[in-house]
């Protein structure tokens, strides 16, 4: 698809454009950004723009080029959905149905001498490896060289969300390109475009923290059920009633998904928070974030100063930074809630 189907970062398909426009596309670049916010969609249309029929400095997405890259097929040996057909198009990821957990260096040493080989249909060769950041040192120094100097019809992007950092030795040899969190806006226009009710789209924008795929996929029943869970943590916190709630939820469990999940519980309770912030100051429940909990926000309000209400959002606030920092998660949770339980009995 062309780049302005791509919702949020224009800034870095600004950058693509102008440089497929001049032909000079670096032939090793480094995505990196948060999870969901169309890294791999950019390195996809990159790829079909590099090849397209019709275009130089976009993909017209309709050549039969551009849609080979993005083609769905079943993988014969594993069984599994696969996309890109496009012979000179490819994409390395986690082999998770072979028990693997990061690039493994068999798939670089592929990549390397694919590389060094003429295209076979368009005019460049382009490779795609997700989650870059998991490779082993010694995947990675086998890519150095061919990053180093790479044939001239090759490109290679690495994708990377920064669960961890990446070896300095790649990173030196690649031209970086920084994804941000989609906005709120963006995300609730894409939404409603595919049909969700504003009011959903409004809520579901706010809990995904700027994670456009993670917006599509969940369905409003899961978001409902996280909103009820974070109901509760609000409650037990606020009126002291369940101290442990926030550690029993987020002390364990794998890190990746329980940051993904604590970033849209912090999100959400920082707008329970927001509300009964209004409430407790008497404003106009027209602004709430949350108008289906104005009862229960009005019964916890009821309890709560609006400076200790305030406090809270504060402090919602920075745990979201930290989180984003790569704090322990364990030790963010326990903080947060003894700082909470401070700001809620302080008047
Ligand atoms: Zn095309």
């Known amino acids: ?5 791509i919702a949020g970062n224009r800034r870095v398909q600004d950058i ?4 497929l426009a001049h032909g000079r596309v670096p032939h090793a670049l480094l995505f990196t950004g948060p999870q969901g916010v169309g890294k791999r969609e950019t390195a996809r ?14 993909a017209c997405g309709k050549c039969e080029s551009c849609q080979a890259v993005v083609k769905v097929y079943k993988d014969k040996a ?14 390395y990821e986690i082999e998770v149905w072979k028990d693997k957990t990061s690039i493994s260096i068999e798939q670089m040493r592929e990549l390397k001498s694919l590389a060094g080989l003429k295209p076979m249909l368009g005019r460049k060769r382009i490779f795609l490896v997700d989650d870059a950041d998991s490779m082993s040192e010694e995947a990675a120094n086998s890519l150095l060289k061919i990053l180093e100097e790479p ?15 990446i070896l300095p030795t790649i990173k030196s040899r690649c031209r970086i390109l920084t994804f941000l969190p989609v906005s709120d806006e963006d995300i609730e226009k894409v939404l409603v475009a595919r049909g969700v009710e504003p009011e959903r789209a409004r809520i ?5 923290r700027g994670n456009l795929d993670r917006a599509m996929s969940l369905d409003w029943k899961e978001i409902e059920t996280e909103r009820r869970e974070a109901w509760a943590i609000f409650e037990a916190l606020t009126t002291g009633r369940e101290a442990a709630a926030l550690l029993r939820r987020f002390g364990s469990g794998r890190r990746k998904e329980v940051k993904e999940e604590m970033g849209r519980t912090l999100e959400m309770l920082a707008a329970f928070g927001r509300d009964a912030a209004l409430l407790a100051e008497g404003g106009d429940v027209r602004l709430l974030l949350n108008p289906d909990y104005e009862h229960e926000l009005r019964t916890c309000a009821g309890t709560l100063a609006p400076a200790s209400a305030l406090r809270i959002v504060g402090l919602l606030q920075e745990a979201q930074s930290s989180l984003d920092r790569n704090v322990h998660l364990g030790l963010l949770a326990a903080g947060l809630t003894a700082r909470w339980r401070q700001a809620a009995i302080s008047m």
Do not use: W
């Open 1 to 5: 698809m062309p780049f302005s189907d």
């Open 16 to 19: 693509l454009k102008l440089a």
């Open 45 to 58: 249309t990159l790829a079909q723009a590099l090849n397209c029929l019709n275009q130089a400095d976009d």
């Open 78 to 91: 594993t069984g599994r959905d696969k996309i890109g057909t496009h012979p000179d198009v490819i994409e």
């Open 151 to 165: 044939p001239l019809f090759t490109h290679i992007v690495l994708l990377s969300d920064g669960t961890v950092p």
């Open 204 to 208: 579901t924008a706010l809990v995904v």
